[in-house]
C-alpha cells in the first residue's frame, strides 16, 4: 500500500526539520565564538527578584564579568535573569540562551547577546561547548538535568574537565549525600565521581575555584581539548 499523502507531507516535514537543527548550530556557533573564556550559570526559573538566590547569582555574575568572564543564562526570568543582569552592568559580556517554550519562558532584558532556540538539544550543545565552567544555583528539573549532563560528559571523556560549582549548600547537601550512599555506595559511580563538583557558598570564593582550576593553563581550550570537543 503507497503511503498516504498525510504521510508523506509528515516525512518531507521531518526532512525539512534537520536543515532547521543544522541552522540553529551554526548560527549559535557563529554568533557566540568571540565570547570566551565563558562561565555558563544555571538556576530556577521561578525565583523572586526579592529571594536571596537571585541577589547571590546577581553577585556572582558580576564578579565573573568583571574578572574577564562572559557569563551564559538561559535568558529568561528568576535566576537566568539575575545571571544576566549582573554581567550586563558588568565588564564583560551578557548571554542569553532563550528557548521557544509554551509557558514560563520569557527572554529578560538583561542580554548583550541573545539567541533563540527551538531545541533543548542545541542549546545545552552550546552551553556546553562555550563553557570555562559551570556554576548552578537551587533549581528544578531542567538545572538538574543541565548538572547532570556536564558531570556525565565530563565523566565519559566526551567533554574537558571544567570547574562545576554548586551554591548554596544547604540546598545541594541531600543530593551530594545521597550521590554517597546510593550511587557510590551501591557501585554505580567511582567514590571519585565526586571530585567532578565542588558545593561552594561565597561569591567571591567561586570565582577564587575558577581561577585556581586554570591557575597552570590558559582559559581556552588546548589543541588536544579542541579535538575532543568536537566529538561532543
Not at 527578584?49 to 538561559?74: M, N, Q
Not at 538583561?110 to 548552578?136: G, L, W
Amino acid at each position: 500500500m503507497a503511503p498516504s499523502t498525510a504521510a508523506q507531507n509528515f516525512t518531507a516535514r521531518e526532512s525539512w526539520r534537520i536543515f532547521g537543527i543544522m541552522a540553529e548550530f551554526v548560527e549559535a556557533t557563529e554568533r557566540l565564538k568571540p565570547i570566551r573564556p565563558a562561565v555558563s550559570i544555571f538556576g530556577s526559573a521561578r525565583t523572586r527578584i526579592d529571594h536571596p538566590y537571585y541577589a547571590k547569582t546577581e553577585r556572582i555574575a558580576r564578579l565573573l564579568s568583571d574578572a574577564g568572564f562572559a557569563v551564559i543564562s538561559g535568558g529568561g526570568p528568576g535566576i537566568m535573569e539575575a545571571a544576566n543582569k549582573g554581567a550586563y552592568f558588568g565588564k564583560s559580556p551578557s548571554v542569553g540562551l532563550n528557548i521557544q517554550l509554551p509557558m514560563e519562558q520569557q527572554a529578560n532584558p538583561y542580554q548583550d547577546i541573545s539567541q533563540t532556540f527551538q531545541h533543548f538539544f542545541a542549546r545545552k550543545f552550546m552551553f556546553v561547548k562555550f563553557a570555562t565552567a559551570y556554576v548552578v544555583m537551587p533549581g528544578g528539573f531542567g538545572t538538574l538535568d543541565e548538572l547532570l549532563e556536564a558531570m556525565t560528559l565530563i565523566q565519559t571523556g566526551k567533554s574537558r574537565k571544567i570547574p562545576v560549582i554548586l551554591v548554596h549548600e544547604p540546598f545541594w547537601r541531600g543530593l551530594i549525600d545521597w550521590f554517597k550512599d546510593r550511587l557510590v555506595e551501591e557501585g554505580m559511580i567511582n567514590p571519585d565521581d565526586l571530585d567532578l563538583v565542588q558545593v561552594i557558598d561565597e561569591p567571591e570564593k567561586v570565582v577564587d575555584a575558577i581561577f585556581d582550576h586554570y591557575q597552570s593553563r590558559g582559559f581556552l581550550p588546548l589543541p588536544e581539548e579542541h579535538e575532543l570537543m568536537l566529538n561532543l
